[in-house]
C-alpha cells in the first residue's frame, strides 16, 4: 500500500505556526492587560485609602495630600485608558487567533478529506487485486476440474 502524502502540508505547517505565534500574542496581551488592570486596582486602593481629609493636618499637609489626591486621579484616569487599550488590544489579539485557526482548520479538512479519497481509492484497488486473485483460482480449479 503507497503512503499518503498531502500535498499542501507545507501550507498546513504555516498556518499551524501563525496559529501558534497568535496564541503566543495572545497569551502576552492578556497578561499585559492583567498587570494593567492590578495597577489601576492598586492605584484605585490608594486613593480610597487617602480620601479621607484629616482636620489634624497642617495647612501645608493638607495642601501637599490634596496635590497626592489630584496626583492619583490623573494617574487613574491614565490607568484606565491603559486598561481598555489593553483590552480591544486582547479583543484584535483573540480574533486574529479565531481568523488563524479558521484558516489552519480549512486546510485541515481538506487534508482529511484528501485522506479519505487516498483509503477509498486504495481499497478499491485492493478489491480489484482481490476479485483478480478469486478470478484466477476459479480459472485454475475449472480447467483441472
Do not use: P, W
Amino acid at each position: 500500500m503507497a503512503s499518503f502524502r498531502f500535498s499542501l502540508q507545507k501550507l498546513l505547517d504555516m498556518r499551524i505556526e501563525k496559529e501558534e505565534e497568535a496564541k503566543l500574542k495572545l497569551m502576552e496581551a492578556q497578561r499585559h492587560q492583567m498587570e494593567a488592570e492590578a495597577k489601576l486596582n492598586d492605584l484605585k486602593a490608594k486613593y480610597i485609602k487617602y480620601n479621607t481629609m484629616d482636620t489634624q493636618l497642617s495647612v501645608i499637609e493638607q495642601k501637599i495630600k490634596i496635590n497626592y489626591m489630584n496626583a492619583l486621579e490623573n494617574s487613574i484616569e491614565v490607568a484606565q485608558e491603559d486598561c481598555v487599550k489593553k483590552s480591544k488590544l486582547v479583543d484584535s489579539c483573540r480574533n486574529d487567533l479565531k481568523e488563524k485557526q479558521i484558516e489552519r482548520k480549512t486546510v485541515e479538512i481538506l487534508k482529511e478529506k484528501k485522506y479519505e479519497a487516498f483509503k477509498k481509492e486504495e481499497d478499491r484497488k485492493e478489491q480489484v487485486q482481490l476479485d483478480e486473485f478469486a478470478l484466477y483460482a476459479y480459472v485454475r480449479a475449472t480447467e483441472r476440474g
